[in-house]
């Protein structure tokens, strides 16, 4: 059901973009953000499931300030294109879920060439924000940020991001992970860029837990039939998956407070590398050159 365990204050006049809001814990916030009676925007590449996606949320929550635009995160001219379109919209940005992730796909490449996990995963993402991040900082004001969130995942805490092999030798394990971490570093830096430049937006990093949703159909068959026979024990419900999304994006408990990791409602402590703020520079550096971004990190901005 909607129930969520804590009271949320109704949020009308706040917009939100989720990607991958068709499926999972990804469509379980977008209804959750629904029902607190922000407009949202889900963006994905599947059209067909995102209207019918957009239907069921607009009868259950009547909200019908519920849309879909085409945004493809494995295509950096796709993900251009949705800012513009959504740009000529001219509403404000609140809130930004960076949502949408692909776990263990077989060996692949985007559009532009990229590894598919880290491609999408990460620097879709990566490009997305920072396109969006102007509308955000107009959006938001001190005493009420706007906030982007990033799903990453426990996986990143077995993670190894190899600066030089960034997108070379694979594993379908490895890759996730691998995409995973990058989101956490790309937080901690981009928060730190927010709060230099003193601009009335956050960034956070959430971590869903264990939930239920299709993300697995790409794992082990035998691994698949254990989910199957005991995922009403160990595995949250796409709803109780998205209740770190919804919380984050919308409690005043984190007002104007970012480079959080955030699990089951509370700050944890992410892998130790991803405080290295050496590292995370240079993986921004090297993801503005890979998606045509300018590099805004002053010189004095180093660990
Ligand atoms: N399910 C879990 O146990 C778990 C654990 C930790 C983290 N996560 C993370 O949660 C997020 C949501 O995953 P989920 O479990 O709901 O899986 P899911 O497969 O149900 O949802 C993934 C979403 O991403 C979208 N997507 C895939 N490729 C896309 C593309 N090219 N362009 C745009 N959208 C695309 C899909 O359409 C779908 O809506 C992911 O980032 C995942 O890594 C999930």
């Given at each position: 059901g909607l129930e969520s365990p804590w009271v949320l204050a109704p949020q009308p006049d706040r917009v939100a973009v989720v990607t991958g809001?068709?499926?999972g814990i990804g469509y379980a916030t977008a209804r959750h953000l629904a029902r607190l009676g922000m407009r949202v925007i889900i963006a994905g590449n599947n059209t067909g499931k995102a209207q019918e996606a957009v239907r069921q949320i607009q009868e259950e929550t009547?909200?019908?300030k519920v849309e879909f635009l085409y945004c493809d995160l494995a295509s950096l001219k796709s993900i251009r294109q949705f800012v513009q379109t959504f740009k000529k919209k001219k509403i404000p940005l609140h809130v930004l879920v960076n949502n949408a992730g692909v776990m263990m796909v077989p060996q692949r490449r985007t559009?532009?060439?990229?590894e598919e996990h880290f491609g999408l995963n990460y620097l879709g993402h990566f490009l997305l924000t920072n396109l969006l991040l102007d509308t955000m900082k107009e959006s938001g004001s001190p005493g009420r940020c706007a906030r982007v969130l990033t799903v990453s995942s426990a996986t990143h805490y077995i993670a190894e991001l190899d600066m030089e092999d960034l997108q070379g030798s694979y594993s379908p394990h490895g890759a996730y992970a691998q995409s995973k971490l990058a989101l956490v570093l790309f937080t901690y830096h981009l928060q730190r860029l927010l709060a230099a430049q003193g601009s009335p937006v956050t960034a956070n990093v959430v971590d869903p837990g264990v939930v239920n949703t299709d993300l697995y159909r790409h794992v082990f068959w035998g691994t698949r039939l254990i989910k199957k026979l005991f995922s009403w024990w160990f595995f949250k419900t796409p709803d109780e998956g998205a209740w770190t999304s919804v919380y984050a994006a919308v409690?005043?408990?984190?007002?104007?407070?970012?480079?959080r990791y955030l699990y089951n409602e509370k700050e944890t402590k992410s892998l130790?590398?991803?405080?290295d703020l050496d590292l995370q520079r240079e993986l921004w550096a090297r993801s503005c050159q890979m998606t045509g971004i300018t590099d805004v990190t002053p010189d004095t901005f180093s660990g």
């Open positions: 809001g068709t499926d009547l909200n019908d559009r532009d060439g990229f409690t005043p408990d984190l007002e104007g407070m970012g480079g130790a590398v991803t405080y």
